[in-house]
């Protein structure tokens, strides 16, 4: 039953990914977004059955629900034209292939060109599901990282505030 998940998360998580993307259904970006929320959950559901409760339960709070209503709003108070959501630019294009071409460069290379160590090195697992360390590493060892990306969502939010102003003239 669980590898029946596991393939059934999986293909969720692929086809909502693409679908984020690549939207044949629509060109409204709020039905990206819809659809990038459902790659949150179908991930959340991966933890599950990784035993990761908690980074589950994150997945979905913080992003299937805190950064997904930023998305929201960001799009609907740029308000979008038409006509402006469907120009495709040669240079977006080129730029994009790039990017996919090297990406499945790293992958060929990974995956072709080195031989598989099968874990030779690595500690063995210790308890499943325990928060406790993951909370002093993220507040001892990763302070300061953890202090910027705060930093960083506040100057998100004041960008969507400052772009959703119009102009009163």
């Not at 590898?3 to 709020?30: E, H, I, K, Q, W």
């Not at 099968?118 to 993220?138: D, Y």
């Not at 302070?143 to 705060?150: D, G, K, Q, T, V």
Request: proline share 4%; with cysteine; net charge positive.
């Amino acid at each position: 039953m669980q590898d029946a998940l596991f393939y059934l998360f999986a293909a969720l998580t692929v086809l909502c990914g693409f679908l984020v993307v690549a939207n044949p259904f629509s060109r409204n970006p709020v039905t990206s977004a819809m659809f990038l929320a459902l790659t949150i959950v179908s991930l959340a559901g991966l933890f599950t059955l990784l035993h990761a409760y908690f980074l589950a339960a994150v997945q979905i709070l913080v992003y299937a629900g805190a950064v997904m209503v930023l998305f929201l709003f960001v799009i609907m108070l740029l308000d979008l034209k038409e006509e402006a959501r469907r120009k495709i630019k040669l240079f977006g294009m080129i730029t994009g292939g790039a990017a996919v071409a090297s990406v499945f460069g790293i992958f060929f290379k990974v995956f072709v060109l080195t031989t598989p160590t099968l874990g030779a090195g690595l500690p063995q697992p210790t308890l499943e599901g325990v928060t406790k360390p993951l909370g002093v590493a993220l507040f001892t060892q990763y302070f300061l990282p953890f202090e910027i990306l705060s930093v960083l969502l506040l100057v998100a939010m004041v960008g969507v505030i400052l772009l959703s102003k119009r102009d009163l003239k």
